[in-house]
Nanobody, 120 residues
Framework: QVQLVESGGDLVQPGGSLRLSCAAS????????MGWYRQAQGKQRELVST???????NYADSVKGRFTISRDNAKNTVYLQMDSLKPEDTAVYYC??????????????WGQGTQVTVSS
């Protein structure tokens, strides 16, 4: 069994900051790419940012320069530092990871989501 557990979502004013965390646990052999997605009410889930095991990153244009993704491989944890938050960043944020439970066995896992609300 593998679990991803997110934390850090909250209500914040425009221009504020939040830091999301996502920790993987269970029968983990190794973790490849990790990332964050978000889904606003009435919209499709969209990519926010990804990071490879070696630290290469990718960002959606809408968050470039404001969000920073990082990971701690020793803790099987990925983070999303969100600065200069805007009301349009309001969404449920989901963690995703490609996790190997054996040398050749892997799956794409999702967390349960954490709500981020940006409002005055």
């Amino acid at each position: 069994q593998v679990q991803l557990v997110e934390s850090g979502g909250d209500l914040v004013q425009p221009g504020g900051s939040l830091r999301l965390s996502c920790a993987a646990s269970g029968s983990i052999f190794s973790i490849n790419a990790m990332g964050w997605y978000r889904q606003a009410q009435g919209k499709q889930r969209e990519l926010v940012s990804t990071i490879t095991r070696s630290g290469s990153t990718n960002y959606a244009d809408s968050v470039k320069g404001r969000f920073t993704i990082s990971r701690d491989n020793a803790k099987n944890t990925v983070y999303l530092q969100m600065d200069s938050l805007k009301p349009e960043d309001t969404a449920v944020y989901y963690c995703n990871a490609r996790i190997y439970t054996g040398y050749l066995t892997y799956g794409d896992y999702w967390g349960q989501g954490t709500q981020v609300t940006v409002s005055s």
